[in-house]
C-alpha cells in the first residue's frame, strides 16, 4: 500500500538527481567565483538540461520549505538597528506602485496587440511577480497557462542572471567574494537561536496562511522573523551552508520550469517573452533612477525592489549580497499584496471594455 508519508520519500528519491544536478552546477559557479554562484549555478545547469529534452523533476514540498527558511533570513533584516527613513520609503513605495502600474499597462498591451494573447492570458503573463499565486488565479481564469508559466520563467530567468552581472556597473555594489573557509561553511547557531528560527519559521507559516497573505509561506515567516528580531529577543541568524541550499533549490525550481520543452515548440513564447521581460525591466530600472534621484535610495537597493520578478527570488538576491533587504521585502510585500486583490478587478474591466 502507498502511504502519504512512502509517497514523499519516492517524490524525494526521484527529486534527488534534480538536486544533485543544480549542486554541481553551484560548485561549478562557485569554482568560477561567479556572483550568486549557487543560485545562478544552479539555475543555468537545470535550465539548459531542461531545455536539451531531459524530465527534471520539481522540488515540489522542498520549494515550500525553501520559502519558508528564506521568510525567516529576510526577517532577521529587520533587526533593532535598522533605521528606516520613513519618508524616502513612503517616496519609494509610490513610485514603486506608479512604475507597477505602467509596466502592468505595457505588459497587456504587448501581449494583446504585439503577442496576440488573450486578454485573461495577457492580464496574467503580464503581472510583474507573484508567480506562484498568479498561476492558482489564471487557472480560474481560463488563461493559457503554459503561456503564462513560460513569461515568468523567462522574465524571472533573465533578471537574474542579468542583476548579479549589472549591479557593479552602477558603482554601488561591491559583489562579496565566495568565501572558501569550512569554518564559515560549518558555523551553526546555537541551540537556543536555532529553536527560535524554527519557532519564528513555523509560527510565521501559520500566521500567512491565517491572514491569507500572498506567497504566505515566504511573507508570514518574515513578518514572525521581522518581530523576533526588532524585538530584541533574538538576533540569530540562518547558517551559511543553508542559505546555499536555498539558493540552490530556488535556482533549480526556475530551471525545472522549462522541463518538458524545446525551443522550437515554445519558440514564439519564448521570443515574446524575452521581449516583454526587456521592455519592464527598462520600465523598472529609469524608475530606479528617478527614486534615486527623487529620494536618495540607493539605485541597487530600488533595482531590487522594482524589477519585475518574484518576491522570493529578488529578495534572497537582495539578501545575499547585502543590498537592504528590508527595503526590497518591504516593496515586494505590497506590490504583490495589491496586484492580487486588483487582479480580479482588472479582469472583469478588460471583459467589459472588450465586450
Known sequence: MNTPLSSRFTALARF???????????????????????????????TITSLGGARLRSPGRGRK?????????????????????????????AIMLLATAVMMAFSVWFSRRVAGYSLETSLYAGV??????????????????????????????????????ALPLFGHVSMPENRTDIAHWLWLPDAMDAAWLVAAGLAGAWLGKRLRLPSALLFGPALASAALHLSGISDASVPPTL????????????????????LTSVGYSLAMGIIQALGLVVIAS???????????????????????????????????LGIDPAFVTAHHLLRISLLVLCLPLLLSIGRRLSA
Open 286 to 320: 529609469l524608475a530606479a533612477w528617478g527614486a534615486q534621484l527623487l529620494t536618495g535610495t540607493s539605485i541597487a537597493a530600488a533595482l531590487l525592489a522594482y524589477m519585475p520578478g518574484g518576491a522570493p527570488e529578488l529578495s534572497l538576491v537582495a539578501l545575499s
Open 128 to 165: 510583474p511577480g507573484g508567480v506562484s499565486t498568479v498561476t492558482l488565479m489564471a487557472l480560474e481564469s481560463g488563461a493559457d497557462l503554459r503561456v503564462v508559466g513560460m513569461t515568468h520563467a523567462v522574465r524571472i530567468l533573465i533578471l537574474l542572471l542579468a542583476i548579479p552581472l
Open 243 to 262: 542559505i546555499a541550499l536555498a539558493q540552490v533549490l530556488i535556482g533549480v525550481s526556475v530551471g525545472v520550469r522549462f522541463t518538458g520543452t524545446s
Open 16 to 46: 534527488l538527481p534534480t538536486l544533485f544536478l543544480g549542486l554541481a552546477g553551484g560548485a561549478i559557479a562557485f569554482r568560477l567565483n561567479l556572483p550568486l554562484p549557487w543560485l545562478l549555478g544552479a539555475m543555468i545547469a537545470t
Open 65 to 93: 520549505g525553501v520559502l519558508v527558511v528564506i521568510g525567516v533570513m529576510l526577517g532577521s533584516a529587520f533587526h533593532q538597528g535598522l533605521k528606516i527613513d520613513v519618508a524616502a520609503w513612503s517616496a519609494s513605495l
